[in-house]
């Protein structure tokens, strides 16, 4: 760092720093502020210096005639350090009535008055926490409001890019029938869907989410995740693709893990077909003590020892021995206790090659959809989930894509591809 401008910052703020030296933290937040005021002068300095868009007295226009330059038009951005004015160069067609500040696109301004470097800060926190806590700890952070609306509507409008993006290269597909690249070498490849839902203006709606997860050649756990609000076809298509991307064509072995459910099993008959299909244990367990409940009471010691017990035969991978029992338990039983029963065995006798456990966990398969039970609590229940919440579906799909993208790991590849200016 040059030490000139540090000799000289000392000289001009020495005196009123010395003033909270013994403090650290007062010192800290004393020099927070000067550096924010000096940023802030610089910024200005900086873009009042420059043409900010300026391409000559007239530039081509998409009517085939040409836009002309008008003059300079003042614009106030919020930036992290505070509000700068920004005059940038204004172009009309007079042929078929078209604008544009040249500028705008090129430094990646939205319609907002926030500049890319505030907005994303407020993005980056609004994927973990709502738009009213975010303004909050925007504030905290970086000393600037930014009210819970603007915030929402950037999330929204950053989450609709990526929306975008994601149908655009998904239509790319289906037009190409390309198949995109591996960017992983994994030897065993975990896929597992499940579904959860939002509470929505017109009632609560599910969406589904995916997660992808393998060990990498350091033998650490990688994990990428699809959410979306769409049908099981299109789900499992992006679902498909996402895993492509993950190393599916590559990988040595394939594990679908679900719940069963119908929508599950169809997106594994299309996609994944090769893969070793499981339902996962936690699933299988919860059908055992829904019926258990129903026979005995919930809590009950009796419900307990009745579930343990055909739990214990699921583990061992003795699904025809327990069919058995439930068809010997049935007959014991009359109106909502056989029903309770039937529907047991049924899920059972539907699933019953999916619930190999004892040869699932001698292969070293996991057999818990852990991965995508925290997938739905951990990308969309953690953020759309929050006490109160109630959403429109541009802003709870928006919100969603966002989070997704900031999990994945993706984050600096959606900035730098300016997407306020989308």
Known sequence: MNTKILDELEACFGQELSLVSENLGSLESAIAVKMRELGQGLLQRVVSSKPNGYRGSSMACDCGGAMRFVGHRSKNIHT????V???RAYYHCPDCGASCFPYDQASGL???????????????VAVDDSFSQTS??????????????????????VGSVVLRQQDERFETFLKSRQIPGSQSGADRLYIAP???????????HETKVGSIYWQDEHFQRRERYVGRFDNSNTFGSCLWLEACRCGLREAKELVYLG?????VR????????????????????????????????????????WVEHRRALLWDGWTRRLLNDLKKQRKKYHGRKREAIDTLYRYISVNEEQMRYDVFRAAGYDI??????GACKHVVGKRLKQSGMIWTRAGSSATLALRIVWLNKEWEQLWSKKPLAA
């Not at 992290?80 to 509000?83: E, R």
């Not at 499940?194 to 609560?204: C, I, L, P, S, Y």
């Not at 818990?368 to 039970?373: C, H, M, P, R, Y």
């Open 194 to 204: 499940d579904g959860t839902t939002v509470h929505e203006k017109d009632g609560w």
């Open 259 to 263: 719940d069963g459910a119908g929508w």
């Open 368 to 373: 818990g959809s852990g991965a995508v039970e």
């Open 136 to 157: 909050g700890k925007i504030k905290e952070l970086f000393d600037q409001y930014v009210s819970e609306k603007t915030v929402e509507r950037v999330v929204h409008q």
């Open 80 to 83: 992290v350090f505070g509000w």
């Open 110 to 124: 939205g319609s907002e008055c926030l500049s890319p470097g505030l907005a994303r800060a407020c993005c980056v």
């Open 85 to 87: 004015v920004l005059a």
């Open 266 to 305: 169809t997106i594994h008959d299309q996609h994944f077909n090769r893969a070793v299909f499981i339902v996962d244990w936690y699933h299988a367990s919860e059908h055992i003590w829904d019926c258990g409940k129903v026979l005995f009471g919930e809590g009950t010691d009796t419900t307990k020892r």
